[in-house]
């Protein structure tokens, strides 16, 4: 996609109270994305919203249908898409130290051989891209990040694991994430951080926000 | 002014109407299940609607007051006694110093509320002290209660004894429970067959059901209409790139048994959903329990906004006949 082309955006209501607008298309798009992010902004500003919500190029937004009528409501969305998008301040660059494999890092050495790769090539992998931090959701400050490199795409497990601890590091289709919970995820382990993505009592409580960057620092290869 | 809890039955949380506004930080609403039956009993109690009040699911706990205050407890049908002798549910309730609260067995429904004169005065976390316990967050120290825990409550000037809300102005589920739902988002990926059939099964409560979703089993899967897996989906017919969920949405993994995400699911994921079940009969949902039948029932969105008016009328007049 080029910077001038509009992806196009199918809306669909989630019940009365929410709308999905979904512009993903067969490969993630960080223009999309910008767009995603600017179309959030501006219907933030619009009475009736109460909250518009990236997710990875679509947008979900919450309002109110006694106050916002929900088909005028498709109407500006729809419409409000097509604005030009402004640049966008950059975000800030945040390196995550993480220390790979071991007993923390459980999938490292089978997600590996299944690549047909070593550890080290994965860790090199992983650690070589900046990535954008594309959304915030999911599980409270859990970031999906883009910029994964496709060598290290890999489909979710078939069975989600119950507890994937606080600050795993973690790879699930083409899309790499950090657990700022304890929490189930069907996403694979590579390794973990002690840094900390969510304080309820801090001010933002999420350490991360869209647009925001992130470079992963091997600490340490454990097998 | 405070609480202490003998024994805190089987999964009880400090709840208000929940924390809004933070799904873009993958907060979910969090707050009561069953929110009619929580103003209710705020009410009932002389409090304001959206004070903090003890949820509790299924098994009632025992509680000692260490204060003179006003209770009520609406939802479930789980009878109160005050010192062993039972007492009316729906009721305010004049409790002394020293009396001790618990509960028989549970009759009807799931989730029954117990509001305080003065309300739990636990912190107030991003706006709410709703308890939500993945994120470790509001409530009592972000879990559930347990034994020997002693709760704030706040000053309250509590209400006169016996003031109550009329039959009329409950609401509980129907057997089979109706759940009117908004098809929408992916239930064009599923056939018009089965888009119908998901209508006409009859559903049970599948025992996983709790405040992050209600499971249902028993109607066949959903035949889907073939695609090209989109970046980040899985290769399974219902994963989709991940996306925010609201409250109400049915997602259904594998197109085998739809789960209704309530108040503490998470906010988004990679599971495609086939619509939402209208708000104003999530509060019924609060009130089943396993293995109770329950349908899906298409509305239109007129009918989902009629019904939230409805509700909302409703909530005026259980306000006007407490006033």
């Known amino acids: ?50 909250e518009a919500v990236p ?7 919450v309002f109110d249908p006694l106050r916002l009528d929900p088909a005028s409501l498709e109407a500006i969305v729809a419409r409000r898409w097509k604005e030009p998008v402004t640049g966008r301040a950059e975000g800030r660059l945040i390196e995550v130290p993480v220390s790979y494999g ?59 694991r119950m507890a994937v601890p606080k600050g795993a590091v973690i790879v699930g289709g083409s899309q790499a994430g950090i657990m700022p919970v304890t929490a189930p995820s069907g996403w694979h382990i590579l390794g973990h951080t002690a840094l900390s993505l969510f304080d309820p009592l801090a001010e933002p409580p999420a350490a991360f926000r869209p647009g925001d960057r992130i470079r992963f620092v091997a600490r340490e290869i454990l097998r | 002014m405070s609480i202490r809890i003998i024994s805190p039955g089987l999964s009880t949380t400090v709840q208000d109407l929940g924390r809004p506004g933070y ?89 029954a509320y117990i509001a305080i004169s003065g309300g739990i005065d636990v912190p107030v ?54 759940l009117r739902m908004l098809p929408g988002l992916y239930w064009h990926r599923i056939t018009e067959a089965a888009g119908r059939q998901f209508l006409e099964d009859t559903w049970k409560v599948a025992p996983e059901a709790d405040r992050i979703g209600y499971r249902f089993k028993g109607g066949k899967p959903l035949e889907f209409v073939p695609r090209e897996p989109p970046f980040g989906a899985g290769s399974d017919p219902s994963n989709i790139v991940d996306a925010c969920y609201p ?10 048994e739809p789960i209704v995400l309530h108040r503490d699911a998470v906010s988004g994921g990679g599971y495609f959903m086939v619509g939402a079940v209208i708000s104003a009969d999530m509060d019924l949902i609060g009130q089943l329990q396993p293995h109770t039948p329950a349908r899906f029932v298409e509305v239109t969105m007129e009918q989902a906004l009629l019904a939230r008016n409805d509700r909302a009328r409703l909530i005026d007049r259980i306000r006007q006949a407490l006033a």
């Open chain 2, 125 to 178: 976390v991003l706006g709410s002290r709703s308890t939500y316990t993945l994120g470790a967050l509001g409530g009592f120290e972000g879990r559930k209660l347990a034994s020997g825990d002693v709760l704030p409550v706040g000053a309250g000037r509590g209400a006169a004894e016996g003031r109550t809300v009329a039959g009329e102005l409950r609401r509980s589920p129907g057997a089979p429970a109706e």
């Open chain 1, 1 to 50: 996609m080029t910077s001038d082309s509009i992806p196009s955006l199918t809306i669909s209501m989630e019940g009365a109270g929410a709308l999905l607008a979904d512009a993903a298309g067969p490969v993630f798009s960080d223009a999309c994305q910008q767009r995603i992010w600017a179309l959030a902004d501006r219907l933030r500003e619009e009475p009736g919203v109460e």
């Open chain 2, 247 to 256: 409250y109400g949405s049915i997602q259904v993994p594998s197109g085998t």
């Open chain 2, 23 to 111: 799904y873009h930080i993958g907060i979910p609403l969090s707050g009561a299940m069953d929110r009619l039956a929580a103003r209710a009993a705020n009410l009932l109690v002389g409090n304001p609607e959206e004070a903090a009040l003890l949820e509790v699911v299924f098994m009632g706990p025992e509680i000692e007051f260490l204060q003179d205050a006003t209770v009520a407890v609406t939802g479930a049908e789980l009878p109160p006694k005050v010192n062993g002798e039972e007492k009316a549910t729906w009721t305010s309730l004049a409790v002394k110093k020293g009396d001790v609260l618990s509960f028989a067995f549970l009759k009807k429904g799931a989730r």
């Open chain 1, 102 to 160: 071991g007993s923390a890092g459980e999938d490292l050495l089978a997600f590996s051989a299944a690549k047909d790769l070593t550890p080290e090539e994965v860790v090199a992998r992983h650690t070589a891209p900046i990535y954008g931090v594309a959304a915030v959701g999911a599980m409270p400050g859990f970031v999906y990040l883009s910029g994964l490199d496709p060598a290290l795409s890999m489909p979710r497990r078939a069975q989600p």
């Open chain 1, 55 to 61: 997710g990875m190029n679509n947008l979900m937004v």
